[in-house]
């Protein structure tokens, strides 16, 4: 079974803003999809048995090896696709741990860096949505908060609010 139909109609992905010391953008240049040689922030699907945000921060690693922290949750990018797919993504604002080497996953991308928002915006290949939250200058962050039980009758192992 691919990635595809193991998906289903309805899709949820994650989206990091990895934001450097000085305010620099992780982005990354994929090799496949419809982002294919454009600028992007890493990204991926939610796996079974993790939250959104522990996505984020496997997602983000596994592309470019950078270590993150969630600093907070920017928003949700949710479209259909030819009427059918339900995809959704949810875009959260990350900090790395220490600024290393990137070591980027080569058989996904092509290129992954640190740039200025202002070089991106000169960028022919950055995509809508990294024009769009340079140009937006978003600054409303909702932060985790980790440590609420809705329950014990809906049995989460796992729950956290970004409000």
Same mark, same amino acid.
């Given at each position: 079974m691919s990635n595809?139909?193991?998906?289903?109609k309805v899709w949820l992905a994650v989206s990091g803003l990895v934001k450097s010391s000085e305010g620099h953008w992780l982005v990354v240049k994929k090799r496949y999809g419809g982002l294919k040689g454009q600028w992007s922030l890493p990204a991926g699907f939610v796996e079974e048995g993790e939250t959104a945000d522990e996505a984020v921060i496997r997602e983000v690693k596994e592309e470019t090896g950078i270590d993150c922290t969630v600093k907070g949750l920017i928003g949700l990018r949710t479209g259909v696709i030819k009427e059918e797919i339900s995809d959704n993504m949810i875009l959260f604002l990350l900090e790395p741990i220490k600024e290393g080497k990137i070591i980027h996953q080569e058989h996904e991308l092509y290129e992954a860096r640190f740039m200025a928002p202002e070089e991106l915006l000169l960028e022919k290949d950055a995509s809508? +949505? +990294?024009?769009?939250l340079i140009t937006e200058n978003v600054s409303l962050i909702k932060p985790g908060i980790d440590g609420i039980n809705p329950g014990d009758q809906?049995?989460?192992?796992?729950?956290? +609010?970004?409000l």
């Amino acid at each position: 079974m691919s990635n595809r139909e193991k998906r289903g109609k309805v899709w949820l992905a994650v989206s990091g803003l990895v934001k450097s010391s000085e305010g620099h953008w992780l982005v990354v240049k994929k090799r496949y999809g419809g982002l294919k040689g454009q600028w992007s922030l890493p990204a991926g699907f939610v796996e079974e048995g993790e939250t959104a945000d522990e996505a984020v921060i496997r997602e983000v690693k596994e592309e470019t090896g950078i270590d993150c922290t969630v600093k907070g949750l920017i928003g949700l990018r949710t479209g259909v696709i030819k009427e059918e797919i339900s995809d959704n993504m949810i875009l959260f604002l990350l900090e790395p741990i220490k600024e290393g080497k990137i070591i980027h996953q080569e058989h996904e991308l092509y290129e992954a860096r640190f740039m200025a928002p202002e070089e991106l915006l000169l960028e022919k290949d950055a995509s809508i +949505l +990294l024009h769009y939250l340079i140009t937006e200058n978003v600054s409303l962050i909702k932060p985790g908060i980790d440590g609420i039980n809705p329950g014990d009758q809906f049995g989460y192992t796992a729950y956290k +609010l970004f409000l």
